[in-house]
């Protein structure tokens, strides 16, 4: 979802006028965190990290989740951060209150073309999970590009990012500095 945020921001700033120069103008605070803590969870989701860090993966998920809603934190300043960490502590608790996972629908991972995964995956069948109306209940159909389950949470971090680079296209100064 944060790819189709990312796509949607910048095609809706540019047709309302919008400049891609002005990007480089956006500061954003803990960048860096927010980057580790999700290339990490990608290694985490993606290779045999999650499967060699055993029960500590679900541990590692959630704090890394953490470390992103904190470089979110860090940037409500900025136009479309609130929504970004509505978004952040939405998929938080959800995953907080299922044990380090964040539970989907069988209907969903099918229609995402999802199965069984080898590895840790942050997605998990449970049968009657906490906080359902913030889990992975819907799915981006296998058809299409980057296909995958979401959730509430992850359309509200997507609306946000669109905003944020809507907003920067449009703004010719940041509203927050780098640390």
Same mark, same amino acid.
């Given at each position: ?6 796509l949607i921001g910048l095609v809706v700033g ?15 605070? %803990? %960048? %860096? ?12 989701? /993606?290779? *045999?990290?999650? /499967? #060699?860090? +055993? #029960? ?46 964040? *539970? ?16 840790? /995956? ?6 009657? *999970?906490n906080l359902p109306i913030f889990t992975d209940?819907?799915?981006? *159909?296998?058809?299409?590009?980057l296909a995958n389950v979401f959730s509430i ?13 809507? +907003?920067?296209?449009? /703004?010719?100064?940041?509203?927050? #500095?780098?640390?």
């Amino acid at each position: 979802m944060i790819f189709y945020g990312l796509l949607i921001g910048l095609v809706v700033g540019a047709a309302t006028g919008g400049r891609l120069s002005q990007l480089g103008m956006l500061k954003i605070r %803990w %960048w %860096w965190a927010g980057v580790a803590a999700i290339a990490f969870q990608i290694l985490l989701f /993606s290779t *045999p990290v999650g /499967s #060699a860090m +055993g #029960a500590f993966a679900p541990v590692a998920y959630v704090l890394s989740t953490s470390a992103v809603l904190a470089a979110v934190l860090a940037n409500l300043a900025t136009m479309g951060f609130r929504i970004l960490a509505a978004g952040a502590v939405a998929n938080l608790a959800a995953v907080v209150a299922n044990g380090g996972y964040m *539970p989907s629908t069988e209907v969903a991972l099918r229609l995402a073309g999802r199965g069984q995964e080898s590895g840790y /995956s942050n997605s998990a069948l449970l049968s009657h *999970p906490n906080l359902p109306i913030f889990t992975d209940i819907f799915a981006i *159909p296998s058809w299409m590009p980057l296909a995958n389950v979401f959730s509430i949470g992850d359309v509200l971090i997507a609306t946000g990012l669109a905003v944020v680079v809507i +907003g920067a296209m449009h /703004s010719p100064l940041s509203t927050t #500095a780098t640390t």
